[in-house]
């Protein structure tokens, strides 16, 4: 085996280990760094996203410079696709901005249309969030057939573009992609893409028995699109991982929380556990009133990219069933000094003695703005070094 196949197994097995909560050689050292490794690299988003190959540029910037072990995913969002099938959901405010989504683009599904979604999501999103959403499919045929050919033919060049990239990363850096696939709880599907997120919050005080029916409906097709993600690679030696961002929690009472949130989670969390497959949530703000909630999880199976919460709290209450990522504050990757970050990193370290943590930042980095580079290379360094278990 070449050296640098030799340091791309090592990296995965330090990184698979540490998911399983056994004690690696050290802590490893995740990027989380999306939109902003377009930046790094000279690029705009605007520019990766229309061209892939600049996208892989930024990476293998992004591998050869900042000292980490893995690299959370291919960030860019296809274009073509985008073109091809007339989304108008994303805008950027200027040239040099990043994109953006307003929630009032996802309100189009009408309040009184939670029935007939219930009753067959996978033929409501077919026949009526798809013409919403994309004007072309809303045509008629042969139009949107042929809007549908070149959308698909678009996505099948981009998911290639995007396999030559994770090749590349590993010849050439010996690097590592962690995500395989996204998925999305079915609530914050409705009210992201949906209903918006004001739509989704009446709902629920509104229409809660037709809420939580929908959630329930719509969490087998989240499972098999899930599933699909990870059969559409080609076979791994560690089991495939997904990615879970969660959205609404935080802004959701105790007992809403309980209702239309945890019973789907937890089923969606043990399938993808029962079936060898490693699902990541991101805990998008704080969390520490459901980590009760997350001792249930299948030990061992599940991880979790955290946001917020107190090292020592979330060790105490959940070492021996997940592995914890994540808590270093991009802000201080932004407004800090050198030695401010290596004392905060010192202390999230001390905080997780005894493994189960992988380094990261609490928020994909994604502005240009959101870290300076030469703070996450001395801060990546440290980790490294000091973050050997004896």
Not at 56 to 61: D, P
Not at 78 to 106: C, K, W
Not at 175 to 194: E, V
Request: aromatic share 14%.
């Amino acid at each position: 085996m070449s050296e640098v196949m030799n340091l791309y197994q090592e990296r995965l097995d330090r990184v698979f280990k540490t998911l399983r909560l056994e004690q690696a050689d050290r802590v490893p050292v995740l990027a989380t760094y999306g939109t902003w490794s377009s930046y790094f690299a000279g690029y705009t988003d605007a520019e990766t996203n229309w061209d892939t190959d600049k996208c892989g540029k930024a990476l293998m910037k992004v591998a050869d410079e900042l000292s980490v072990d893995m690299i959370h995913m291919i960030y860019n969002r296809p274009g073509g696709v985008y073109q091809a099938l007339g989304s108008s959901a994303f805008h950027y405010l200027s040239d040099s901005n990043i994109v953006q989504y307003s929630d009032e683009s996802a309100q189009i599904m009408k309040d009184d249309e939670y029935p007939e979604f219930t009753k067959d999501p996978f033929k409501f999103l077919v026949e009526k969030v798809l013409p919403r959403k994309y004007t072309e499919l809303a045509k008629d045929s042969p139009m949107k057939d042929l809007a549908f050919a070149k959308g698909a033919m678009k996505f099948g060049m981009y998911g290639a573009q995007k396999g030559g990239i994770e090749g590349a990363l590993a010849a050439q850096y010996g690097m590592p992609l962690l995500f395989d696939g996204i998925i999305l709880h079915p609530l914050d599907w409705i009210a992201d893409f949906f209903r918006g997120i004001k739509g989704a919050f009446m709902d629920i005080r509104r229409r809660p028995a037709e809420f939580a029916e929908a959630i329930q409906a719509f969490t087998p097709l989240v499972i098999r699109l899930g599933m699909g993600q990870v059969h559409m690679g080609p076979p791994k030696p560690n089991p495939k991982v997904l990615l879970f961002p969660l959205h609404l929690p935080p802004m959701l009472k105790t007992s809403d929380f309980d209702k239309f949130y945890w019973p789907s989670f937890k089923m969606i969390m043990e399938f993808f556990a029962a079936h060898n497959v490693y699902v990541i949530p991101f805990y998008e703000g704080d969390w520490s009133r459901y980590y009760n909630h997350l001792q249930e999880l299948p030990a061992k199976k599940t991880m979790g990219w955290f946001e917020h919460g107190d090292p020592k709290e979330l060790k105490d209450k959940l070492k021996d069933t997940l592995c914890i990522i994540g808590l270093f504050p991009a802000t201080l990757l932004q407004y800090g000094t050198k030695e401010e970050c290596i004392a905060k990193a010192k202390e999230l370290i001390d905080g997780m003695a005894g493994g189960g943590y992988i380094f990261g930042t609490d928020k994909e980095l994604l502005a240009p703005a959101d870290g300076k580079a030469e703070n996450i290379i001395a801060v990546n360094k440290f980790v490294m070094e000091y973050g050997i278990y004896k």
